[in-house]
């Protein structure tokens, strides 16, 4: 059965309002004895939970870790084991790059090479401002490989995509990451025979990159993952009759959300911005994707306490929504991002849903062992997209 085209035959075209907020890599692991969940003051998330319905998610299937594209997919009702998107074309269109038939792009971190090691995958999260400086003077540097054009543009801390341009590019590489420290630079394999050439490319620019930033004492060198190209993928209007809108600060997640079809609002770099942009914006669009990233990235660097913190400043904002009064609220993650494993892991997420509809369960708080008892149960997240409408009432009555 093709269950995009079967969800897309009942769908209606409704006033009603969903708003999906998205806690990034939200899911934890207790330490002494507690979860960030578990530990933070969430006083409105806990009362949503009492009122509401809750479940675990698995972006997935279970035991399967995912990177954040194909866990946002799922959220938005496509099977990621049927899109495969490459991070860096996410990436590239979150910072508004003119990706074409002709180009292959990647995610870019900046990182610490010391004595034949990656000591620092991130470089420290140098600044922004150093960024731009390191790109700048690698488009001066590393223009042109093997009569291939490469450009470097920044993103945020120590994020930057590359762009490859010429004819006959694939993206059928493994990646340039090691994905752990203290561990040898890592060099793109080709996955398919046609690939073979792009990875000496890739190779090259990448032993160029290195030899151009040999003076730098953080970021002395590049790792790179997602090489992608441009996929073909539905919009959320044209399957699910919606007129969806992103509020995100990230560019790997306004890309995601560009990629299928929604429009990417304005928003400052501080949390209220996020909410701020929503109440501004709520009047036109009837689908909000809002993206908090905070606690993923505090649960990489394993900082319990930050990441509690996001959580709790969070649920302050949980009544600017409510006074909003969307027909659907949920609140979930992508995929879990342990502080103890300091990387995205297997573990289900945390799913609370809140409508007028939804069937009350007997859970209490908004943590990860109180959503397992909920009347949800445990489900693919992949199943979120046909609840959130259901409880919108944009879908029909299925057969006769």
Not at 30 to 50: K, W
């Amino acid at each position: 059965m093709d269950k995009e085209k079967f969800i897309k035959d009942l769908c209606i075209e409704t006033d009603s309002k969903i708003v999906l907020l998205v806690m990034d890599g939200l899911g934890d692991l207790p330490q002494n004895g507690a979860t960030t969940l578990e530990a933070a003051s969430i006083p409105n998330l806990d009362s949503l939970a009492r009122t509401g319905c809750c479940g675990l998610t698995d972006p997935v299937f279970r035991g399967i870790t995912p990177g954040s594209g194909p866990a946002h997919l799922s959220l938005f009702g496509y099977d990621p084991t049927k899109y495969i998107l490459g991070r860096g074309i996410l990436e590239a269109l979150g910072i508004n790059i003119d990706v074409t038939q002709n180009d292959m792009v990647a995610r870019g971190n900046f990182a610490t090479l010391k004595g034949g090691l990656i000591v620092d995958r991130r470089a420290g999260r140098i600044s922004t401002e150093k960024n731009q400086d390191l790109c700048a003077k690698l488009n001066e540097t590393v223009k042109e490989v093997d009569n291939n054009k490469i450009s470097f543009f920044t993103g945020k801390e120590h994020r930057f995509v590359i762009k490859f341009t010429a004819e006959g590019l694939s993206d059928q590489l493994s990646d340039a990451d090691p994905q752990k420290e203290n561990k040898p630079i890592v060099y793109p394999e080709p996955i398919s025979s046609e690939a073979k050439r792009t990875a000496e490319i890739v190779n090259k620019v990448m032993d160029k990159v290195t030899e151009a930033l040999r003076e730098e004492k953080k970021a002395n060198t590049i790792l790179l993952r997602g090489f992608s190209k441009f996929p073909s993928i539905p919009s959320m209007e044209d399957l699910f009759k919606l007129k969806p809108a992103a509020i995100a600060n990230y560019p790997m997640y306004k890309g995601l959300a560009k990629l299928v079809g929604m429009a990417v609002l304005d928003a400052g770099s501080e949390l209220i911005d996020l909410f701020e942009s929503l109440k501004k914006n709520y009047h036109k669009y009837n689908f909000f994707y809002v993206h908090v990233k905070k606690t993923d990235s505090y649960g990489e660097d394993g900082n319990f306490q930050a990441k509690k913190e996001t959580i709790e400043k969070t649920d302050r904002f949980i009544p600017v929504i409510l006074d909003l009064k969307p027909d659907v609220l949920v609140v979930t993650s992508d995929h879990s991002t342990p502080c103890l494993l300091k990387s995205h892991s297997w573990h289900p997420n945390p799913f609370l849903m809140h409508s007028k509809y939804a069937q009350t369960d007997n859970v209490k708080k908004f943590t990860e062992k109180e959503c397992s008892h909920g009347y949800l149960g445990r489900f693919r997240s992949l199943y979120a997209m046909p609840l959130m409408l259901a409880h919108a009432g944009k879908l029909v009555k299925f057969g006769a």
